[in-house]
């Protein structure tokens, strides 16, 4: 158990830059989680897979943001046209539902700067 | 949407001193999660609660899940430098959407 894995760690971009986020989530959790953090506050929900399917997205997520989780496993998070708005750290989560309590489990976060 | 009430906002103690936060949320939970974040990471785990009533500890760490489920409390006993950090309660909504309060932030002086 490696546990949730997010690449890269930081990322500095220009306005109006496309980027994209990858997560690793515990082998074999089957929900995976996209949360977005700015400074002072506590995660805030952007969206969700079970499997491979993307269950909801916040209604704060703008048309420019897409999540996608393709065979079920690794997960990426792209942001098209970035404004400096969108600087914040994007947190991945995984657990494991289905007969257990849930509980959550965190990646270290992609830390995304829009100059 | 969801309302999470996390308080204090920010604590500053003395080291070997005892902490309590709590957590209430507008709904009823049927689990509460309490996490510890440290300055550009994610956050980690501390203790998961599934029951109403329920008292758990971890360590110096014990939480209680509420009885009328809208609430949850977290101490730090003999609290020490490296409890330094924001502590953060999740809880689910109906289709298990997890929520997060706004933090504690614990500042604790050798």
């Known amino acids: 158990d490696t546990g949730v894995s997010q690449n890269p760690r930081h990322k500095i971009t220009k306005r109006g830059q496309n980027v994209t986020f990858r997560c690793d989530p515990i082998?074999?959790?089957?929900?995976l989680y996209w949360y977005r953090q700015t400074l002072g506050q506590g995660p805030e929900f952007l969206t969700y897979?079970?499997?491979?399917?993307?269950?909801?997205k916040s209604r704060l997520l703008s048309d420019r943001f897409s999540a996608e989780r393709p065979k079920g496993s690794f997960s990426t998070l792209e942001i098209q046209r970035t404004e400096q708005g969108d600087s914040a750290m994007y947190l991945c989560?995984?657990?494991?539902?289905?007969?257990?309590?849930?509980?959550?489990?965190f990646g270290s976060g992609t830390q995304l700067s829009v100059l | 949407g969801q309302q999470l009430n996390q308080s204090p906002q920010s604590m500053f103690i003395q080291e070997g001193e005892d902490v309590s936060m709590n957590c209430t949320s507008s709904?009823?939970?049927?689990?509460w999660l309490w996490y510890k974040q440290d300055p550009g990471e994610g956050p980690v785990l501390l203790i998961a609660?599934?029951?109403?009533?329920e008292l758990t500890s971890n360590g110096r760490l014990t939480a209680q899940f509420g009885i009328t489920r809208k609430d949850s409390f977290l101490n730090i006993s003999a609290s020490i430098p490296s409890d330094v950090g924001i502590y953060f309660c999740?809880?689910?909504?109906?289709?298990?959407?997890?929520?997060f309060g706004s933090g504690t932030k614990l500042n604790v002086k050798p």
């Open positions: 989560a995984s657990s494991l539902v289905g007969g257990v309590n849930e509980k959550l489990f």
């Open positions: 082998s074999e959790h089957n929900r």
């Open positions: 897979f079970q499997n491979e399917a993307q269950l909801e």
């Open positions: 709904s009823i939970f049927n689990t």
């Open positions: 609660l599934y029951k109403a009533g």
């Open positions: 999740a809880g689910p909504t109906n289709f298990n959407k997890f929520y």
